[in-house]
């Protein structure tokens, strides 16, 4: 098992950045894909990013591609999400998550929690 906190969110200026950062506790990062997702109020999950283990590979959601960068740094059991170019649209609670595996995280359907989870950050982008 592991224990996934973020941290990083807050209020961010539309066309800002902002970088969250997710650690955690018990079994290294390493062994796991690691994910970011995020919920806007009345709407479903939304997948942002995953990383695969080694970094080899990385997956976006649509509307992030180009903008947000996802990175691991084992060796601190850490998962990184740098967001660029924030509009009001990304305000949203985002969370970390963790698999054993890479394609199972990258494709979850928006009400599956398989893996493990954060209790999430909130992003909010003023206009």
């Known amino acids: 098992q592991v224990q996934l906190i973020e941290f990083g969110g807050g209020v961010v200026q539309a066309g800002r950045s902002l970088r969250l950062s997710c650690t955690g506790s018990?079994?290294?990062?390493?062994?796991?894909?690691m994910a970011w997702f995020r919920q806007a109020p009345g709407k479903e999950r939304e997948f942002v990013a995953a990383?695969?283990?080694?970094?080899?590979?990385?997956n976006y959601g649509g509307s992030v591609r180009g903008r947000f960068t996802i990175s691991r740094n084992d060796a601190l059991n850490a998962v990184y999400l740098q967001m660029d170019s924030l509009p009001p649209e990304d305000t949203a609670v985002y969370y970390c998550?963790?698999?054993?595996?890479?394609?199972?995280?990258?494709?979850?359907?928006?009400?599956?929690?398989?893996?493990?989870w954060g209790q999430g950050t909130q992003v909010t982008v003023s206009s």
């Open positions: 018990g079994r290294p990062f390493s062994v796991y894909a």
């Open positions: 998550a963790a698999d054993l595996d890479f394609q199972t995280i990258s494709t979850l359907p928006a009400n599956d929690r398989r893996g493990y």
């Open positions: 990383i695969s283990r080694s970094a080899e590979r990385t």
